[in-house]
């Protein structure tokens, strides 16, 4: 008997190219679309003395200090502190919630003891630990640093621990089914299980980590970003504040673009539709 038409052809039959496609065009620079149209309006605005720029100064403004600190070489001074203690408090943070997380998750036991004691502490604010690191560890560079690692921790922990909890069970009994040996079964079933998790979880680790410096930088210290934002608040100097606050975007931006650029080597094996053309 011949086949009905409105039948539909089994999977088998699709070709390669009824498969969707992954872009490979330039990356659209759409994104920049809004920011720049803001940043003209208000700088239309003030030139027009609609609003005043005094408290909120006009990107011209702005872009006229953020060129005298590079000039000067203050700004690369400022971005290579702040930078370094992202950086080696991100590493640190990082891997202790990875360990963390890969240990609770795996293990009942130590997910009953542990978890709970580290979900109360996520709870804190990260303000609140200032006045501890510095009583523990002084003023200097392994507070700052260590602020930065804790808050870094707690988002890989959650997503580690919960992208391990969350891996289906059946196929890990397919694994064991073909006999896979556990090495082979970590490596061909529960890695890829958990990658995009941890993926997402080191991405908000970043993003925190960046956040809390701020809180770091409050420390006495005297250079970095964070060290800009508090002169340019005590001098009234509203325009270095917002170039501080630019930096600060464009470096935590920068950095996950780096981050998500060096794992995607570790998810082509994914069929994602966001990058279906579409």
């Given at each position: 008997?011949?086949?009905?038409?409105?039948?539909?052809?089994?999977?088998?039959?699709?070709?390669?190219?009824?498969?969707?496609?992954?872009?490979?065009?330039?990356?659209?620079?759409?994104?920049?679309?809004?920011?720049?149209?803001?940043?003209?309006?208000?700088?239309?605005?003030?030139?027009?003395?609609?609003?005043?720029?005094?408290?909120?100064?006009?990107?011209?403004?702005?872009?006229?200090?953020?060129?005298?600190?590079?000039?000067?070489?203050?700004?690369?001074?400022?971005?290579?502190?702040?930078?370094?203690?992202?950086?080696?408090?991100?590493?640190?943070g990082a891997l202790a919630g990875i360990l963390a997380g890969a240990v609770t998750g795996s293990f009942p036991g130590a997910r009953r003891l542990v978890d709970p004691t580290i979900q109360g502490l996520r709870a804190i604010p990260s303000i609140a630990w200032v006045p501890l690191f510095i009583l523990w560890f002084g003023i200097y560079e392994t507070s700052k640093v260590t602020l930065i690692a804790t808050g870094v921790f707690f988002p890989v922990y959650l997503g580690v621990a919960s992208a391990v909890l969350s891996v289906d069970r059946k196929i890990v009994e397919v694994g064991r089914a073909f006999r896979l040996s556990r090495l082979a079964l970590v490596r061909r079933v529960l890695l890829p299980a958990v990658l995009p998790q941890t993926v997402t979880a080191l991405r908000t680790g970043l993003g925190l980590g960046w956040m809390f410096v701020v809180a770091a930088e409050f420390?006495?210290?005297?250079?970095?970003?964070?060290?800009?934002?508090?002169?340019?608040?005590?001098?009234?100097?509203?325009?270095?504040?917002?170039?501080?606050?630019?930096?600060?975007?464009?470096?935590?931006?920068?950095?996950?673009?780096l981050l998500a650029a060096a794992l995607s080597p570790l998810l082509s094996w994914q069929d994602r539709h966001g990058e279906a053309e579409g």
């Open positions: 008997m011949s086949r009905s038409l409105a039948e539909p052809a089994p999977p088998s039959t699709l070709t390669v190219e009824d498969r969707p496609r992954r872009r490979t065009g330039p990356i659209p620079f759409i994104g920049l679309l809004l920011p720049v149209a803001l940043a003209l309006g208000w700088e239309a605005a003030v030139a027009a003395g609609i609003v005043n720029g005094r408290l909120m100064p006009p990107p011209s403004r702005i872009a006229d200090t953020l060129w005298f600190l590079a000039s000067t070489g203050e700004l690369w001074l400022h971005v290579a502190a702040t930078a370094w203690r992202v950086a080696v408090g991100f590493a640190a420390m006495g210290a005297s250079e970095g970003l964070g060290y800009l934002l508090v002169d340019g608040q005590q001098l009234g100097k509203a325009d270095q504040i917002v170039a501080a606050i630019l930096v600060f975007a464009l470096l935590g931006k920068i950095s996950d673009w």
